[in-house]
Each structure stands twice: as C-alpha cells, then as structure tokens.
C-alpha cells in the first residue's frame, strides 16, 4: 500500500477576527496530497522541518494583504528538506540525499529585469513564492525548482534549518539597510520572531535593545525577550513608547536608554499602522527607521516631520542567498540561539500550532512533518 502524503492547505479567505468566536483556522484544512510529474529543472523533497510565518498566519485569517494568494494551496516557505528525486535538466550540484533550505523568493531570472540581472530575485516584480505561488513546505513532500536550493551547513540542524529564511530577512535588514554602529540605542517595536531576530542581530553588532509589545505578549514573548537579556516595555494607547522614551528608560545598569526621549534607530516589525506612524516621533534627527513589516491597509504619517528632521526610513522586503549565508553563520556560531525561541509540534498537531501562533501563545512554531 503507497503512503498517503498529506499537508495543510489554505482554501478559504474569509477575514477572520482572533477573538470572534469563529475558529481561527477555518479557512484551513489537512488534505491529501497528490504529487505532480516532475517538470524541467524540478525536484522532489522531503519535508523535514517547517516554520509558520506571520504571512501564513495573515492569509490563513483573510486579512486584505494576502488576498492575491491563490486558494487551495498548500502554504509554507520556511522548512527543511531532504532531496529524493531530481527531474529531468541540469541540476547543478545538487543531488539526491541533500539537505537544504528553499529560497522562498525565485525570481524571472530574465538578463533584462533590473533585480535579477544583479540577482536580487526578491525584488523581481515577477517573483514567485513557495507556499503562495506553488505548493510549499507544510506538505509532507514539496515539488521545487532546484534553484532555489540552499544546502544546510555543517552544524545546524533539520529543525534549525526552518529559521534559515527568516533570520536571512533580518541579515539583509540589518546588515544592508541600517547602519548600525556601537553604543547605539535601537527599539524593536514588535516582538514576533522577526522582531525578536532583529533584537538579537542588532546586540551583536553593538547596540543596546529595547524590544517592545502588548499585554497579551507579556508572558509569553516579551517573557523570551526578557530572559535573553533585552529591556522591554509593554506599549497601550494610554501608555505609547513615546511617552515612556520620553519619561526616562534605563537598562540593567541604570544607564539612560535613549537621549532626550528619542533613539537612533526604529525597526518596525509589528506591522501594526500606528506604531510606524508613531515612529517618527521617537527617533533622534538624521536617525534611521527600517520597516520590516507589510502591512494590511495605508499608514499615514506626518510627512513634513521626516523631511525637516532628516530622517532615513527604509522598508525591506525578502532576501537573497547571500543572506542565507549570513543566516546560518549566526545559527552555526550561537550568535542567534534558535532553540531559545523555538516551539516544535508535531505533524498531527499542525492546526493546534496554527491556531496558537495565531493567538500569539508560542514564540516561534516549527511543524515536524515526518
């Protein structure tokens, strides 16, 4: 008897609010799985390891910015994998019994698009996306290009190898549109994994980290932040982050965070339209704003004030390989301690992990799937 292969598909794209009573993965279901024929340049996998997104979480609720992801489709782009079978075409270097991780972005690879002809296939208008564009990793066996293959290196772990992705947005974040520099005083607002991914990186390079959330983050997320040593600070309407900067933080040593109210550089991860509009207002003149976040609707914000106090705000979307790299270095090294962060489940619990990082009770949660 064959094995029957299942994976976890987003089928529906009714907006679902956490709160309402309506189960919050509704718009999901385990299904069977049917395999197609290998095409040119393709392989099949083994999904070893996956990680849930914030986008998977966005489009499996309906919210407005995933709308364009094709239903039904088997979501995913950060996993672990090993290779099975290779399809028909030149391969390159990979082969059979390869562990890897995916680039989630592959471009048009066309010598005349201006992002892919100096490889920067996550800014390729055409790109397509594993999990949203073709079937990904929350199947038990994934079809992919080869191209987008990315062999673990030695030291990490299939379960590691799920962080790969998102912990290569934040090293393309930060190491090619801030300018970090020692001493500094930096605020994460937003404390998700990518929030907390742009924390850690950030302290490695020198700066002191202000890591901020909601109450409902308090003992779970902002607790993670916390234990590794960060200030945190939990944010309300009626208690903003500009108020606090402003009526004086200190870190562990008593030495002020911050001066004058106002900080060297926001990395806005919460994708929450308010903080980036609250944003401008927190950083010192000429400092740097980088928005990692998407965000589901237009985010005003006062204009005039970053043209008068020359402020540098930059948005940053996806990475490239060379960001992988630089991803697994600080996996490899300890830099990064993605077991500190991590919650794995098991295949037959996918939902119940869906439905908690959902609800933001867990820190970072990565599916087994065999």
Same mark, same amino acid.
């Given at each position: ?14 907006? +679902? ?5 309506? !189960? #919050?993965?509704?718009?999901?279901? #385990? ?16 999904? %070893?390891?996956? /990680? ?16 364009? &992801?094709?239903?039904?489709? +088997? ?8 290779? %099975? ?66 062999? %673990? ?16 947005? +934040? ?15 930096? &605020? ?9 991914? !742009? ?9 002191? #980290?202000? =890591? ?48 004058? /109210? ?13 903080? %980036? ?11 740097? +704003? ?25 948005? !940053?979307? /996806? ?6 790299? !630089? ?7 300890? =830099? ?9 489940? $098991?295949?037959?619990? &996918? ?10 009770? $867990?820190?970072?949660? #990565?599916?087994?799937?065999?």
């Amino acid at each position: 008897m064959s094995e029957t292969l299942k994976g976890f598909c987003l089928q529906g794209k009714e907006k +679902i609010y956490p709160n309402s009573g309506v !189960s #919050v993965t509704s718009n999901t279901a #385990v299904v069977d799985m049917e395999l197609p024929e290998l095409k040119e340049g393709e392989i099949l996998a083994k999904t %070893l390891y996956t /990680g849930i997104c914030g986008s998977d979480t966005s489009a499996s609720i309906g919210k407005a910015n995933f709308d364009w &992801v094709q239903r039904p489709r +088997i979501i995913g782009h950060e996993f672990s994998a090993e290779v %099975l079978e290779l399809g028909p075409g030149d391969h390159g270097d990979v082969k059979v019994g390869d562990i890897f991780t995916p680039l989630a972005m592959l471009g048009c690879q066309d010598e005349e698009c201006p992002a892919c002809s100096v490889a920067k296939w996550n800014l390729c208008p055409q790109k397509q996306i594993i999990g949203f564009h073709r079937n990904g990793g929350f199947g038990q066996r994934v079809v992919l290009e080869s191209d987008r293959v990315v062999p %673990l290196m030695k030291g990490l772990t299939p379960a590691q190898g799920a962080l790969v992705e998102p912990l290569s947005i +934040i090293t393309n974040a930060l190491y090619h549109k801030c300018d970090i520099k020692p001493g500094q005083d930096v &605020v994460v607002t937003g404390c998700g994994i990518i929030g907390l991914m !742009s924390a850690e990186v950030a302290r490695a390079a020198g700066a002191r #980290v202000v =890591v901020t959330g909601i109450a409902h983050d308090r003992d779970i997320r902002l607790k993670k932040a916390k234990e590794r040593g960060f200030i945190t600070l939990e944010v309300s309407p009626e208690n903003t982050l500009t108020s606090q900067l402003q009526n004086g933080i200190a870190d562990e040593n008593g030495v002020p965070f911050g001066t004058h /109210g106002k900080v060297d550089l926001l990395i806005e991860c919460s994708g929450v339209p308010p903080v %980036l509009t609250e944003a401008i207002d927190v950083v010192r003149p000429e400092g740097d +704003i980088c928005v990692i976040a998407t965000y589901g609707q237009d985010v005003p914000f006062n204009a005039t004030h970053l043209t008068r106090t020359s402020l540098n705000m930059r948005g !940053s979307m /996806g990475s490239c390989r060379d960001d992988y790299m !630089s991803a697994m270095k600080l996996m490899v090294t300890g =830099v990064f301690p993605a077991e500190h962060y991590t919650d794995v489940y $098991n295949f037959e619990d &996918v939902t119940q992990a869906f439905e908690d990082a959902i609800k933001a009770q $867990n820190m970072k949660a #990565v599916v087994k799937m065999n």
